[in-house]
C-alpha cells in the first residue's frame, strides 16, 4: 500500500461523522465480553460464523499460518458446524448460535461469512464484544447498517477487513497506478458491469418446504421474513443472489469486487444522486430480485455506471468466445485514451495520439500478503488494514443507495458531508431497515438525530 493510499483513507475517516453505538436488542446480546488481544507473537484464536463454501475457505487461508488456531464455529445448520469442527477438532468448539461463540473470552477475532442479511447485526455484535472481524461481502444491505456498522467499530477499536479479496491482486494494483499517474488525463465516466445468463428458468423452482433434520431454519432467517423453507435459498451464496431479502440480488453480491477499483484509483467518497433502473423481465424461478440492473451514480466530476443482467452475458472487450458464462469489467475514459480491466487483466486504448511518449509509471504499491494475511497481521499490529470498514463504506454505500432507489423507482440525492439522503423523507425512512421480531435495529450506532427523524417517519406510517 503506497503512502499516498493511507493518507487518503485518513483523510476520510477524520472527516466522517462520528455517530453513536448500537445495541441489539432482545435476543440479547453479551454486553462487551472480554477479549484477548494477541501480542505480535501470539497465536490468534479464530472463530467462523457461517459455515458454508466462502467461510471455510477464509478460515482455510487464516488457519494455514502458525501462528492462528481455530476454536469456533458457528451454524445454524448441524452439518456444516460438524464439519468444520472435524476438520480442527484438536481445537474447535461447535456453537449453534453466534451470540453463543461472541461471548467465548478465548476468542480474538471471528470470519462471518453468514448470508447477506446477518451482515450488519453479526459485524455489530462482533465489534461490541470485542472480536476483531473478517466480514464477508456485501458489508450491508441498508444505509442505516452502513453508518452504524462503521460507527461500532470506531467506538469499540476492533480489527476489521471486508471480503473483497480482488482489492489483493497485482492486476486491481497495476491499474491503480496507471490511474493515478494522470496518463489517461481526467477521467469523466466510469462503467462497471456484471453479467451472467440464467435464463428463462433462472435458479429453478423446488416445492419443498420441509427444513432438513439439524437445521434452524427460523434464525438462518433470523432479521430478515421468516418465509417458508426453500432448498434451493439455503444451498449457497449463488443461490442467495436470486432472492432480495436476504441478499440484495446480484447487485451487493458483485458491485462490491468491481467498483472497489474505481473507488481506490481515484479516492471517490460518496455519490451526490443515484439513480437505478431494472426489474424481473425474463426470469421465472423461485426468486424475486431483479433479472437486469442498471445504477448510475454522479460524482463531483464524474459519473459511474453499473450494470448488471442474469438473462444476457455479453462483455464488450472481455467477451472472448460466444458462450454462455459469467463475464465482468471496469472502463476508465479519459481525456486521453480508455483503461479497461477485469480481474486479472487490462488494456489501455489511447485517444489518436494523446499519449504518445507518456511512460508507465513504476510499481508503487508493494504486493499483497495475502487479503487474510493481512488482517491477521493488522490484529497485531492493531492498525486497520487496506479495506476495513473505514474504507470500504464507500463501496458499501453507493450500492446500498443503489438497491433504494430502484426500491423506490425514484432517484435519490445525497449529502456526502452529512451522510444523509436529502429531500425525500420516504427515502431517509426506508435506508434504515424494519426487523422481524425480537430482533431490532441498533439505533446506538447512529446519529442521535438522524435515528430520530427515521424513528418518526416510522411513528407516522404505522399511523398511517
Known amino acids: 500500500m503506497s503512502q499516498t493510499d493511507k493518507l487518503s483513507r485518513r483523510e476520510f475517516i477524520e472527516k466522517a461523522a462520528t455517530i453513536g453505538v448500537m445495541g441489539m436488542a432482545a435476543p440479547a446480546l453479551a454486553a462487551n465480553s472480554p477479549s484477548r488481544k494477541p501480542g505480535p507473537n501470539e497465536r490468534i484464536h479464530l472463530g467462523l460464523i457461517g459455515c458454508g463454501g466462502m467461510g471455510r475457505a477464509n478460515l482455510k487461508n487464516c488457519a494455514q499460518h502458525p501462528d492462528v488456531v481455530v476454536t469456533g464455529a458457528c451454524d445454524v445448520w448441524k452439518d456444516r458446524r460438524e464439519a468444520v469442527v472435524a476438520q480442527y477438532k484438536d481445537t474447535c468448539k461447535p456453537y449453534h448460535d453466534f451470540r453463543e461463540l461472541l461471548e467465548q473470552p478465548d476468542i480474538d477475532a471471528v470470519i462471518i461469512a453468514t448470508p447477506p442479511h446477518w451482515h450488519a447485526l453479526m459485524g455489530i455484535a462482533a465489534a461490541k464484544a470485542g472480536k476483531d472481524f473478517y466480514l464477508q461481502k456485501p458489508m450491508t444491505l ?41 496518463n489517461l488525463g481526467p477521467i469523466g465516466f466510469l462503467r462497471t458491469f456484471h453479467v451472467l445468463n440464467q435464463g428463462p428458468n433462472g435458479v429453478g423452482t423446488n416445492p419443498n418446504t420441509t427444513p432438513p433434520e439439524g437445521l434452524d431454519w427460523d434464525l438462518w432467517c433470523g432479521p430478515a421474513p421468516l ?17 432480495m431479502d436476504y441478499s440484495g440480488g446480484w447487485t451487493p453480491g458483485m458491485a462490491p469486487h468491481i ?9 471517490l467518497g460518496y455519490p451526490t444522486y443515484i439513480s437505478c433502473s431494472g426489474g424481473r423481465y425474463i426470469i421465472e424461478d423461485d426468486g424475486d430480485a431483479y433479472d437486469n440492473m442498471e445504477i448510475l451514480w454522479q460524482y463531483p466530476n464524474l459519473t459511474m455506471v453499473w450494470w448488471t443482467s442474469l438473462t444476457n452475458s455479453y462483455g464488450f472487450d472481455f467477451h472472448g468466445e460466444p458462450v454462455r458464462r459469467r463475464r465482468l469489467g471496469i472502463y476508465f475514459h479519459g481525456l486521453n485514451g480508455t483503461l479497461y480491466a477485469n480481474y486479472g487483466t487490462h488494456k489501455i486504448v489511447p485517444e489518436g495520439e494523446r499519449m504518445e511518449g507518456l511512460e508507465p509509471p513504476p510499481k508503487s504499491i508493494p504486493p499483497s500478503p495475502g487479503h487474510e494475511r493481512e488482517w491477521l497481521d493488522c490484529i497485531k499490529s492493531r492498525q486497520q488494514p487496506s479495506c476495513s470498514v473505514f474504507y470500504h463504506v464507500r463501496v458499501d454505500v ?35 431497515p424494519e426487523y422481524r421480531h425480537p430482533w431490532k435495529f441498533p439505533e446506538e450506532y447512529l446519529p442521535q438525530d438522524l435515528g430520530q427523524r427515521m424513528h418518526l417517519g416510522r411513528l407516522r406510517r404505522e399511523k398511517a
Open 142 to 182: 441498508h444505509l442505516a447498517e452502513s453508518l452504524a456498522l462503521r460507527n461500532a467499530v470506531r467506538k469499540h477499536q476492533v480489527i476489521t477487513q471486508i471480503g473483497t479479496q480482488i482489492h489483493a491482486t497485482e492486476n486491481y494494483r497495476r491499474v491503480v497506478e496507471l490511474i493515478r499517474s494522470g
Open 227 to 243: 418465509r417458508p423453507y426453500n432448498p434451493i435459498l439455503a444451498t449457497s451464496s449463488y443461490y442467495h443472489c436470486s432472492w
Open 259 to 267: 467498483i472497489d477499483l474505481p473507488v481506490w484509483a481515484l479516492d
Open 398 to 432: 453507493p450500492i446500498v443507495l443503489g438497491l433504494l432507489a430502484y426500491k423506490l423507482g425514484r432517484s435519490l440525492r445525497f449529502d456526502p458531508e452529512a451522510e444523509q439522503i436529502v429531500g425525500d423523507r420516504e427515502a431517509a425512512r426506508l435506508a434504515k
